[in-house]
């Protein structure tokens, strides 16, 4: 493989299947290594030592974690599809939306659906912080045309969490409330590249449900 | 002012500081506007009504938030006095170094002088971080022999941290500990450029003093 482009990663992570999407956006062929998180490759903890968690990009054997981090790194080295705008005013709206939905929408998510003591609280802040998302919708994507950073970002909100919806009975991101992101949630699924990477819904559904047996037991 | 450049910050916050070094080391003059945490300005909620924080930059009346963000936009949009290197593996190294210091080390530094429950687990957590940050030094600055954007957002590590350590009574970033750590403190907060910026050590002293002499009474 003339790249030698490596990615150690979990099928269920919404933060690894960032990092398949932007490769296969730019069409870079790469060897996928799926993790056992019960039992870490020995090649993942040398490779990110610090987090010891997936995803990792391994380029040329150097190694790079922290899925934002990585999905910059990819769209620098490959120019062919830009996941980030040109304008710098516009790359820096589109890190701060990534940035909102990692440091913001996850952790409300999280709560709203695993936490015992502050679910409530969390399905109200999850309704703010989507209202945000709406509103910063104008295109068919928050790429405008086309996919970019914030959508890859978002596919824990365009995928993971209607997935989450079922398994859990709460509805949250609903056509009523959110007619633009739900609108962008059924394009970006179906977009011909993201829909080869994105784990299928019923594999998730399988998968969250098994982890609120496993959690409520 | 060509150039329309406002800052809203606070001058004993590591996050604002970083938005005023960064301008400063770049030569850009900007109009700076002291908030105060206890009665934001209508200014400050306009411009950032998602977090509500500072820094905010204001750059021909479009603001944005988060201070990395903001860190990247002032180096894409004033080229001058690279904050980030060239080369796309060493941009995305410089990236993780500076999440690393918001995602891990901050949150470290508030718990060991802060919190009353996990004071002595998060001393321990934070001397493994800054073991690998002390790997991490190969030269006078992390951005090699100029100050770049790992040093800006470590200034929190840099300045205020031996400010806390005096305060509290704790150290944790010692000489024996950490030779290149402590070689690169002095290095950075004396930095002709930085050390204008900086609040000096003193009024931060003074500033732990009262925010500790509050939370324990």
């Not at 398949?20 to 062929?29: Q, R, T």
């Not at 790079?64 to 516009?90: C, F, G, H, M, R």
């Not at 989507?130 to 928050?142: I, V």
Request: hydrophobic share 40%; glycine share 4%; net charge negative.
């Amino acid at each position: 493989m003339a790249e030698e482009v490596k990615v150690f990663g979990l099928w269920g992570s919404p933060f690894s299947r960032r990092v398949d999407i932007a490769l296969k956006l730019k069409g870079i062929d790469s060897e996928y290594h799926e993790e056992d998180l019960s039992n870490k490759s020995s090649l993942l903890i040398k490779y990110n030592p610090i987090h010891k968690k997936v995803p990792v990009l391994v380029h040329h054997d150097k190694p790079l974690a922290e899925s934002q981090v990585i999905l910059e790194y990819i769209d620098e080295t490959w120019e062919n599809y830009p996941i980030l705008p040109k304008d710098p005013y516009e790359r820096a709206k589109a890190r701060f939306g990534a940035r909102f939905i990692d440091d913001k929408c996850f952790p409300a998510i999280w709560k709203a659906y695993w936490s015992k003591d502050e679910r409530e609280k969390a399905v109200e802040e999850l309704i703010e912080l989507l209202k945000f998302l709406e509103n910063e919708l104008n295109d068919n994507f928050f790429g405008g045309e086309t996919v970019g950073l914030v959508d890859i970002v978002g596919s824990l909100i365009a995928h993971w969490l209607p997935a989450l919806q079922e398994v859990a009975g709460v509805e949250i991101l609903t056509e009523e409330k959110f007619p633009k992101l739900c609108r962008w949630t059924h394009e970006f699924v179906n977009h011909s590249v993201v829909k080869e990477v994105l784990p299928s819904r019923e594999k998730l559904i399988a998968l969250f449900r098994a982890l609120l047996e496993s959690t409520s037991s």
